[in-house]
């Protein structure tokens, strides 16, 4: 089982030469990605794969990528994710309607491969930070992303995977609260049916885990909401 879902990047792109390449260079560092050739299929798609970030093309048949990026960034649920736009014209104007679009970045091509992917990263580090494999901290809790270990107070915890998970998605944004479909699908994935008193039993392994050497519990149980840190 893997230490963390890979972040997933929704490409939408109707030329099929530059989405290859951009498929390629994505899945060489490690995102999994989702791929829509139209604005109409980006938006169903927004919805279905909740992706971690969407790398959008300006020109596209139909609804246009300023389109699909305006509605994204109108729905409360959808809001939160990152768009980089990439586009063939470079003047200021369009620049300019791109950042009222709501998008977060914006590149022009031909672009490098390596600005682009730095671009991504820092548009992850913002949002999903464990998944880049970094280290996060709340309080006494340190979790190491890339080593794969969790320390309270100086002390190591020993976390099963999901625990694991979903310690490390709640850390990505302490105070949040999440509900338990949420945490299902961030720390069990879309496509496996899990009931929503899963997500009870292994916070409640996570809560026992991390009060092993005292300390006072972590997580918040938000009624009818579901789970927050701090
Ligand atoms: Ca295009």
Redesign the pocket.
């Known amino acids: 089982m893997m230490a963390h879902k890979q972040p997933t990047v929704l490409l939408v ?3 099929s030469a ?1 989405r290859e390449v951009l498929i390629y260079n994505l899945e060489a560092e490690g995102f999994a990605v989702v791929v829509a050739q139209s604005g109409d299929e980006a938006l169903l798609l927004v919805q279905e794969e909740a992706p971690d970030l969407i790398l959008l ?5 139909n609804v246009s ?1 300023i389109e699909v990026c305006r509605q994204v960034k109108a729905r409360p649920e959808t809001r939160g994710i990152p768009v980089i736009m ?1 586009s ?1 014209r470079s003047e200021e104007l369009d620049r300019v309607r791109g950042l009222e679009t709501g998008a977060d970045d914006y590149v022009v091509k031909p672009y490098s491969v390596a600005e682009l992917m730095a671009r991504l990263r820092t548009q992850l580090r913002r949002t999903r930070p464990a998944s880049l494999g970094e280290r996060l901290v709340f309080e006494d809790i340190l979790l190491d992303a890339g080593e794969h270990r969790v320390f309270r107070a100086g002390q190591p915890i020993s976390l099963g995977p999901t625990e694991f998970r979903l310690l490390s998605t709640l850390m990505e944004k302490p105070g949040r609260v999440w509900s338990r479909e949420q945490l299902l699908d961030r720390v069990w994935g879309r496509d496996i049916y899990v009931d929503t008193r899963t997500v009870d039993v292994h916070i409640g392994r996570l809560r026992k885990a991390l009060m092993r050497h005292g300390g006072s519990d972590p997580v918040r149980t938000v009624r009818g909401a579901g789970y927050a840190l701090g």
């Open positions: 792109e109707d030329e530059q093309d300006w020109m596209l048949p990528g990439l063939a």
